[in-house]
């Protein structure tokens, strides 16, 4: 099993087998998004993967039950190479009930309703897509890449051929510019996507990024005070933040503030306390990976 780089997979992967089929993502334009900005995209050869998913057969064997396949957005792989990754994780594991990766609208989109139905019966079974807004004037400006409308078509499209969605959307994307458009634009695009997960995180506004170096001002004025200092106290804690590099330095804002002291480990609220006491969030098998969501508005623990 071989890795390159950082990897991230959604918390409710934290288990899961991680197959690093593609490295990096292929759209990476995201204004908000760091997390493959040093990874030039391309995909591993499929022998090397199936090598990988050999090699972790023979360690793991009984005790894989998932497998995420990565990078950023490996459903753009074609779909050739796609059944043969299904079909050698199905007869390496004889308990695997779940193969899930990052999607894209723009990937989703470029499959037939066929080929999707094809790799859905060989086994994948779920994808995370992560429209951040349903805003599409906010779309344009994080450069998503796909609007309203084609995010709707997306899911669909993934929902006709019998896989589920995750969807996850970023709350104070949008700035205070057009918080209101984001927030009922938003409601609306779950709704009409029709995921079987949705999640809401936290925007973190990450240095170096296209998003900070523009003007972060409206922005972070969205996403300061009260989610400022829940961010930082995360950090504080140790607690990966949104779509962020691992110790990624904090952001001062003019006139923050000291974040409050942490609440009792035992708090029911603290959703990474009651995380900890469900095992071990790094994959059995594979790299300690980072996973880009949680966030103290997450709600994604499904299992
Ligand atoms: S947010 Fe997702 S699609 Fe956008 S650049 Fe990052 S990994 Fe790629």
Redesign the pocket.
Known sequence: MRYEGKIFRPPSEADAYILQATVG?S????T??D??SDKVYRERETDACLEDLRTAAAIAKNRVDKVFVGD??ALGMPTDRWLAILKAADAGFPRLRRVSC?A?AINILKKTPDELAALRAAGLSRLYI?PESGDDATLKRIA??STFAEHVAAAERARAAGIELSVIVLLGIAGTERAREHASATARLITAMDPAFASALTTTVVPKTPLHAADPRPLRAAVGGRDARRAADHRRRGAPHR?AVPHQPRVELPGHRRPPAARPRDDPGDHRQRDRGRGDPAPRVGPRAVAPGPSETCSQEHV
């Open positions: 993502c759209w990476n334009r995201c908000y998004c997390m493959y950023g957005d990052y894209t992560g998503k890449g779509r």
